[in-house]
């Protein structure tokens, strides 16, 4: 008696290789997913500096450009290549964390901005809130972000 050939699994088989359905944002829709989330970041980060209880360790004005800086060199790039990833993901949920990824990664504009003393130690400080700015930013903005689906070809006959 001999063993059967093991049968393998067929794999998931994809659908027709035509276009698929993508996200479009709108320009609106991108101020308010990035640009918004970095003003109030930034704004954040100015009323503490006034804070006259925080003088004692320090000005945090460097902060300000870290923040800034961060928006422009890290946020703007990368939410720009997370809109272009997940173009045909149209679970906009997936968008949300991926900026909130984004805004995670602003912490590490901290680190590599040179600054000494206690600032490397303000990394979570700017990381976590940015993420959370920006995860809320791009839930706000789920309104302007349509689906476009591709038009079926014309069958012929």
Do not use: D
């Not at 794999?11 to 109030?40: D, E, Q």
């Not at 450009?65 to 703007?76: E, K, Q, S, Y």
């Not at 600032?119 to 400080?125: A, E, F, G, W």
Request: some cysteine; proline content about 10%.
């Amino acid at each position: 008696m001999t063993t059967p050939i093991p049968v393998k699994p067929s794999r998931r088989t994809r659908p027709a290789s035509g276009p698929r359905a993508r996200l479009k944002m709108s320009l609106y829709g991108f101020l308010v997913a990035w640009l918004i989330p970095n003003l109030v970041m930034a704004g954040l980060v100015l009323v503490l500096n006034l804070i006259p209880a925080l003088q004692s360790y320090g000005s945090l004005a460097p902060l300000l450009t870290v923040v800034g800086v961060a928006g422009m060199v890290i946020g703007l790039p990368l939410c720009l290549l997370v809109n272009w990833l997940f173009r045909h993901k149209t679970n906009q949920w997936i968008h949300v964390l991926g900026y909130a990824l984004v805004g995670m990664l602003y912490g590490l504009a901290v680190l590599f901005s040179g600054a000494g003393g206690l600032v490397p130690m303000l990394i979570p400080v700017v990381g976590f809130p940015a993420a959370i700015l920006m995860a809320l930013g791009r839930t706000f903005a789920r309104p302007l972000v349509s689906v476009v689906r591709p038009e079926a070809p014309a069958a012929t006959a």
